[in-house]
């Protein structure tokens, strides 16, 4: 009893130093009210960039046309996932949003959109197999140590939390620290990130992975990392993301 006064006394001082922040536009959200919960504010709320239907049958992306099932990209390059589940468009105030919780050490933002996948995408996860875990994109050992946490893990343990769906973060490693070229083509970016990530030797993998990243641009490096997990014996690969789009 005296503990959970004691917890909620702390918890109160910690709104207050720390106001919570809507996870889309920075303002400081009522502490007062059950809207701090939500951790959006409800005008963001109105207007969130979801992806919707027709989708691209590969990647997830919004096409115009219902008559095609695949957009420009995925009719002409090599996806060797099997399918993407991309929530919101990479517009503002999202996109900034997404590079304040990856740059600018908005950590929490990770329970809004961790929340928001496992709300719109959760019961599809559970239909890919039992098997299936949550596989954040690592980063290298050094940008860890700079950044102190890696944006993707925090979203995959929040997927997790709320799907139920176990995450693993000890199958794919980040064995070079590379930035992507803007002049490679998709292929060769491709061959260049496969170079920068590796599949732990002598662990038990399942049968599914979903990948987890913050941001599907060109898809290279979900298509690098799924090439590498396909190599080593996973079968079925698919990906989710906050936001999709171009950079
Ligand atoms: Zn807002
Ligand atoms: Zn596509």
């Not at 004691?6 to 920075?26: M, Q, T, W, Y």
């Not at 496992?118 to 559970?126: E, I, N, Q, T, V």
């Not at 803007?182 to 061959?191: D, F, S």
């Not at 920068?196 to 030797?201: G, M, T, Y």
Request: net charge positive.
């Amino acid at each position: 009893m005296i503990y959970n006064a004691i917890s909620e006394i702390g918890n109160s001082l910690k709104d207050i130093v720390f106001p919570p922040r809507c996870a889309v536009c920075d303002a400081v959200l009522p502490i007062w009210t059950d809207k701090k919960q939500e951790g959006i504010c409800p005008s963001c709320k109105a207007k969130l960039p979801y992806v919707e239907e027709p989708r691209c049958l590969k990647c997830g992306k919004e096409i115009e046309s219902d008559t095609e099932e695949y957009c420009a990209d995925c009719q002409k390059l090599n996806r060797s996932y099997k399918k993407g589940f991309p929530l919101f468009h990479y517009v503002p105030p999202v996109s900034d949003a997404v590079l304040a919780m990856k740059y600018k050490n908005r950590q929490e933002y990770a329970d809004f959109y961790g929340r928001e996948i496992a709300g719109r995408f959760g019961a599809s996860f559970h239909k890919l197999g039992k098997d299936i875990c949550l596989v954040p994109i690592p980063i290298h050992k050094n940008r860890l140590r700079k950044r102190g946490y890696n944006q993707a893990e925090l979203l995959a343990e929040t997927v997790g939390k709320y799907t139920g769906i176990p995450v693993r973060t000890d199958i794919l490693i980040r064995v070079e620290d590379t930035k992507p070229q803007k002049e490679l083509n998709p292929t060769e970016r491709t061959r260049n990130l496969s170079r920068a990530f590796q599949v732990s030797k002598n662990i038990r993998l399942p049968d599914a992975v979903m990948l987890v990243d913050d941001i599907y641009t060109t898809g290279a490096t979900i298509e690098a990392c799924t090439e590498l997990l396909k190599q080593a014996g996973v079968k079925d690969i698919y990906y989710t993301s906050i936001c999709i789009g171009k950079v």
